[in-house]
């Protein structure tokens, strides 16, 4: 079996049948599982809604199952990240 160190190493699958056996050979390193589990912040949070395509809402739910998280939680996991990498570009360090 063949751990998987890296987030990277998990192919986009295009049917259940390809990523059935993808995972019937491979696993996933616990140590990847742990960093990926999202602490909540103690602040007190808001609830917004968004509109999603229902295939592309399909898509995430599908990512995150294969990740073992809920996919709320990798959705807030991303754009996290991905304001921290805006934020770096754009030297704005203090917000």
């Known amino acids: 079996m063949k751990i998987i ?3 990277n190493e998990v192919p986009d699958f295009d ?6 056996a993808f995972w ?3 696993s996933l390193n616990p140590r990847l599982i742990n960093a990926s589990v999202h602490a909540p912040d103690s602040k007190e949070s ?8 229902p295939r592309m809402l399909s898509r995430i739910k599908r990512i995150a199952r294969s990740r073992f998280l809920n996919y709320q939680s990798m959705m807030k996991q991303w ?3 991905r304001m921290e990498e805006e934020m770096r570009r754009s030297g704005d360090q203090d917000s």
Do not use: K, V, Y
């Open 5 to 7: 160190s890296n987030w």
């Open 15 to 20: 049917t259940d049948e390809a990523e059935h």
């Open 24 to 26: 019937s050979i491979h």
């Open 46 to 53: 808001t609830t917004i809604t968004l509109r999603f395509d």
């Open 79 to 81: 754009l996290a990240e």
